[in-house]
């Protein structure tokens, strides 16, 4: 199961990349971007509780796709450009295994454990 979850991501991230070729935008600019969807970790430094809501936010694709249909409709390139890289960033984080997080703990995720208490 967990290499159809994998490709299915891998599959997301492909249209991501797809989307983003579409656009008239800086591939630069994308990649410089690509990771800053993490410092939503930065909620972990107060509680697990509030890291794992931030995270999960900025993780969770109904969220990108949200922007990227304003970004769109409303002809905001940035809110465009925004909506495709976090769709693609959480697809991304997702073929490597890490889901949205649970609140107990960063390694708790929907996919499962990670770390290396998961080997």
């Known amino acids: 199961m967990k290499t159809l ?3 299915e991501e891998l599959l997301m991230f492909a249209l ?5 070729s579409q656009l008239d935008a800086s591939w630069g600019l994308f990649a410089l971007l690509f990771f800053a969807p993490d410092l939503s970790m930065l909620g972990y430094l ?3 509780r ?3 809501w931030t995270y999960n936010l900025i993780h969770h694709k109904g969220l990108s796709v949200t922007l990227y249909i304003l970004g769109s409709l409303l002809t905001i390139p940035w809110l465009t450009f925004t909506g495709i890289l976090f769709f693609a960033h ?3 984080d997702r073929i490597l295994g890490y ?3 649970q ?5 708790n995720t ?3 454990r990670i770390g290396n208490s998961n080997r």
């Open 110 to 112: 929907h996919l499962g």
């Open 99 to 101: 889901g949205l997080k």
């Open 5 to 7: 979850l994998r490709l």
């Open 103 to 107: 609140e107990d703990s960063f390694q």
């Open 50 to 52: 509030l890291g794992a």
């Open 90 to 92: 959480s697809s991304f």
């Open 16 to 20: 991501a990349l797809f989307l983003f």
């Open 46 to 48: 107060i509680n697990p």
